[in-house]
């Protein structure tokens, strides 16, 4: 989401003012994600059934509504950035300038925020993991670079940072849709979208949108309650935070593929995939967790150089280390039931999780907790999404069948499986081919390279 390098070079007050900025921007991202994963969604099932022009027709009325969402996203950042910091609930107003200064910067990058989530889900969907991998690794290495040149370097704190995330959104969308137009089967059409493509795409997303909704205001409870600390717990918050999100980004490789590997699997194979997928994702988390915990309490000095802000980050790393492990299995659990057609019970759970989160961060704020406060939010609201989320996926989706379920659901994956080895013939609808040459490029890109696939953006 944002060069996370950045914040290393930024002093205690820039670190401060990070947190109600980047409040607004993961607000801004999971509203829309809804539109991420309903595309994956549809594209995969479309590439799967062999329905190559319709899955272009999703494709590129997901671009169109991602531009025009970016675009409108962006003007309201740049016409109303000081009421949209303020409204967050920021305590010490001092902050209020250089908040508002990166939102304004980094709100001109929302267009590219947007199309790039859509293009992922394009490659995705194609099984081209690597493409996007190497995206993100050129990514990286701007922000880094960014970071080092415009914060370190020439000392222009939070708007080095802010046009260091520019460059890397657009370098990572113009990537992407370059790659778009060159790898794969999948062509984006310059023409407005077709009413019923549209609606398909609004009734896929109406669920998730919920689900996001949810997390947006379950966020948002959190956040305004940091946003409320004091300027040297507020850095701490956010130095801490901004190491942990880029740590918890890691796991969304394994629910991406859960998301487009998991739809249409059956039997044992089915088993398979969500066990192994759940299992990575609980190591995952606890591999991120002991870093983030070990990074926290031996080398402070890599999340900011303020020696006081460091004894208010180890007071909460257990915490945002136990965090990091619910993340992991809730995360992947969450995508295994949505890729298995079980996105309405994620929205329930999450209308539940906000109700129990809403109430812990009340009592929180009566009680005075502060940033231990804050902190055990985080590992309330992981904890119980990750309790109803595995117990799901363990009770609807790997729980053994009769025998006769169980070979019914055998034969139902054979048939899917030559269904799938079969050559699409051209159509009045569909005038793509399957030929050997891209079979056998759609299988050198499907590498595990989606390991390293995150939601960097």
Not at 337 to 360: C, E, H, P, R, W
């Amino acid at each position: 989401m944002i060069p996370r390098p950045a914040s290393i070079f930024a002093g205690t007050t820039q670190l401060a003012a990070l947190g109600p900025a980047n409040l607004v921007f993961s607000f801004a991202q999971y509203m829309f994600q809804s539109l991420q994963v309903a595309s994956l969604s549809l594209l995969a099932g479309f590439m799967r059934d062999g329905r190559l022009r319709r899955s272009e027709e999703v494709l590129s009325t997901a671009v169109f509504m991602a531009a025009v969402l970016g675009v409108a996203t962006m003007l309201l950042f740049e016409a109303f950035p000081e009421a949209i910091i303020t409204a967050t609930g920021v305590r010490d107003m001092s902050l209020l300038p250089l908040s508002a200064e990166y939102v304004r910067l980094r709100g001109l990058a929302q267009p590219a925020v947007l199309v790039t989530m859509v293009a992922q889900s394009g490659l995705l969907a194609q099984q081209d993991s690597l493409t996007p991998a190497i995206t993100v690794a050129v990514s990286v290495l701007v922000s880094l670079v960014g970071s080092v040149v415009f914060v370190a370097g020439l000392g222009w704190g939070l708007a080095g940072a802010a046009i260091t995330t520019v460059a890397c959104q657009y370098v990572g969308a113009i990537a992407l849709l370059f790659a778009l137009s060159k790898r794969g089967k999948l062509r984006i059409r310059l023409t407005l979208p077709r009413r019923e493509v549209l609606w398909e795409l609004l009734t896929t997303m109406g669920p998730l949108s919920i689900t996001y909704l949810c997390k947006n205001v379950s966020y948002l409870f959190i956040q305004t309650t940091a946003a409320t600390l004091c300027t040297i717990k507020l850095a701490a918050h956010q130095a801490l935070f901004s190491v942990w999100n880029l740590l918890s980004w890691t796991i969304t490789p394994f629910e991406q593929a859960a998301l487009t590997y998991l739809p249409g699997t059956r039997g044992w194979r089915k088993r398979a995939g969500i066990t192994l997928l759940v299992g990575l994702g609980a190591v995952g988390g606890v591999l991120c967790g002991v870093v983030l915990a070990a990074l926290a309490c031996l080398a402070p000095q890599l999340f900011t150089r303020d020696v006081d802000v460091w004894p208010h980050m180890n007071n909460v790393a257990a915490l945002a280390s136990a965090s990091m492990f619910a993340l992991g299995i809730d995360v992947v659990s969450s995508g295994v039931n949505i890729g298995m057609g079980d996105a309405k019970y994620v929205a329930q759970s999450y209308i539940i999780t906000l109700v129990a989160l809403g109430g812990f961060m009340a009592v929180s704020r009566a009680m005075g907790w502060e940033l231990w406060g804050v902190w055990c939010g985080v590992v309330v609201f992981f904890s119980v999404r990750a309790l109803q989320s595995t117990g799901r996926t363990l009770w609807a989706h790997l729980r053994r069948g009769t025998p006769e379920q169980e070979a019914a659901e055998e034969a139902a994956a054979a048939a899917a499986a030559g269904e799938g080895r079969r050559v699409i013939q051209p159509t009045l609808w569909s005038t793509d081919v399957d030929s050997p040459d891209q079979q056998s490029e759609a299988a050198a890109r499907n590498s595990w390279g989606a390991l390293v696939v995150s939601g960097y953006y």
